[in-house]
Nanobody
Framework: QLQLVESGGGLVQLGGSLEVSCVVSGHSLDHLNIGWFRQAPGKEREGVACIMSTGRSTRYTNSVKGRFTISRDKAKNTVYLQMSNLKPEDIGVYFC????????????????????WGQGTQVTVSS
């Protein structure tokens, strides 16, 4: 059974940095596109970043480009989201999600394409 567990969320000051992690169990990262999504109170879930199953390509939503970096460690079966210069609009629950792909395929932000989800980790930015 494929499972994802996020960790690393917390309270950080405006302009600060934080790294959240997503440990995947039950399947290697091969054939898994991994996406990071977030949901702020009263708002819809939005895609933030994703990394292809091969690790060769990443994508970022415009609002986080240049501030967030998605990466992975295959040996640890873990995907990371390094966040810097955090802003109030980055507040929310951050979820990682996995999409199984048979062949190399681009990753995206359509939540319905991701079959597996973690429970989320809260990120709060204080001003």
């Amino acid at each position: 059974q494929l499972q994802l567990v996020e960790s690393g969320g917390g309270l950080v000051q405006l302009g600060g940095s934080l790294e959240v992690s997503c440990v995947v169990s039950g399947h290697s990262l091969d054939h898994l596109n991994i996406g990071w999504f977030r949901q702020a109170p009263g708002k819809e879930r939005e895609g933030v970043a994703c990394i292809m199953s091969t690790g060769r390509s990443t994508r970022y939503t415009n609002s986080v480009k240049g501030r967030f970096t998605i990466s992975r460690d295959k040996a640890k079966n873990t995907v990371y989201l390094q966040m810097s210069n955090l802003k109030p609009e980055d507040i929310g629950v951050y979820f990682c999600a996995a999409e199984y792909v048979d062949f190399e395929a681009g990753c995206g932000y359509i939540a319905l394409e991701y079959e597996y989800w973690g429970q989320g980790t809260q990120v709060t930015v204080s001003s």
